[in-house]
């Protein structure tokens, strides 16, 4: 698909724009072009709100161009940051370098990558299809691959840049029906490792966020599910779901000058899943 650029949450805790944060100088990321895939809805959307927010040059993307340019007119509205949309499949190697090439003629390079597109496909093993296990590696794996890849080299000649790759709790930790996913997730929290021993001599940060279990238009039914909620809530330290914009000042501290001395590691937003039995 030809990338399509337009220029110029879902969480129950999002709130309206109410003008610029006070904040340290360390964490100002006014003017810095980011690109957030996978971000028409759910913590993609979430995400790219917050960088808008900051007063980041958004780019959002996706395959759903109504989807995407109903997101940037909304988030327009916020009068923050500018927003653009670009349309491809982060999953066709073509799509990416002609994706990534227009942003940089049209928006400028990318110095903010967040690798957020990703699947969730759950099945026994015994009964999961390989058609759906190369589609959880296409989608969870090589589109950040390949995004990374492609943005790459504009950061290494700027000198610094900063590369986010969504991770899961499931990089650490399996439930039954989800074997492949984790795998991919695994996979991807080693991949920002590797990146980072590959781009850390050219000044650029590689990390990973690894939500926990959120609340968002994708996990509905399970949040439907009174005994899964039950779960949730008896496994979570803290008690509960985490919402979308619980997400967002970790990515802030990732995309900004207050974590230049912070690569290659991958940060946990789980109301504590992971440090406890």
Not at 67 to 83: H, I, K, S, Y
Not at 90 to 111: F, K, L, M
Not at 244 to 273: C, H, K
Request: glycine fraction near 10%; charge should be negative.
């Amino acid at each position: 698909m030809a990338p399509n650029l337009i220029g110029a949450t879902d969480s129950p805790r999002t709130t309206a724009y109410l003008g610029p944060m006070t904040a340290h100088s360390l964490f100002d990321i006014t003017g810095r072009i980011a690109l957030v895939t996978g971000s028409s809805r759910g913590i993609g959307r979430a995400l790219a709100r917050g960088l808008v927010e900051a007063g980041a040059r958004v780019v959002l993307n996706g395959r759903d161009e109504a989807r995407l340019d109903q997101t940037r007119r909304e988030f327009a509205a916020l009068r923050a940051g500018d927003v653009h949309t670009a349309a491809f499949d982060v999953t066709d190697e073509g799509a990416v370098a002609a994706g990534v090439d227009r942003i940089a003629s049209e928006v400028g390079p990318v110095e903010i990558l967040v690798n957020n597109t990703g699947l969730q496909l759950r099945a026994p093993i015994v009964d999961f299809a390989l058609a759906d296990w190369q589609r959880l590696l296409d989608a969870n794996l090589t589109s950040a691959f390949l995004m990374s890849r492609e943005v790459a080299p504009a950061m290494i000649a700027a000198g610094r840049g900063k590369i986010v790759n969504i991770c899961s709790v499931q990089s650490q930790l399996v439930r039954p029906a989800i074997a492949p996913y984790a795998a991919t997730k695994g996979g991807l929290a080693l991949l920002t490792k590797g990146l980072c021993a590959d781009l850390a001599p050219h000044g650029i940060c590689v990390n990973g966020l690894a939500p926990g279990y959120f609340d968002t238009e994708l996990t509905s039914a399970l949040v439907a599910d009174a005994e899964f909620t039950a779960w949730v809530a008896r496994r979570t330290p803290l008690g509960r779901w985490g919402a979308t914009a619980d997400l967002v000042g970790t990515l802030l501290w990732l995309s900004s000058p207050a974590s230049d001395f912070v690569t290659g590691q991958i940060v946990y937003v789980d109301g504590g899943m992971t440090a406890v039995l």
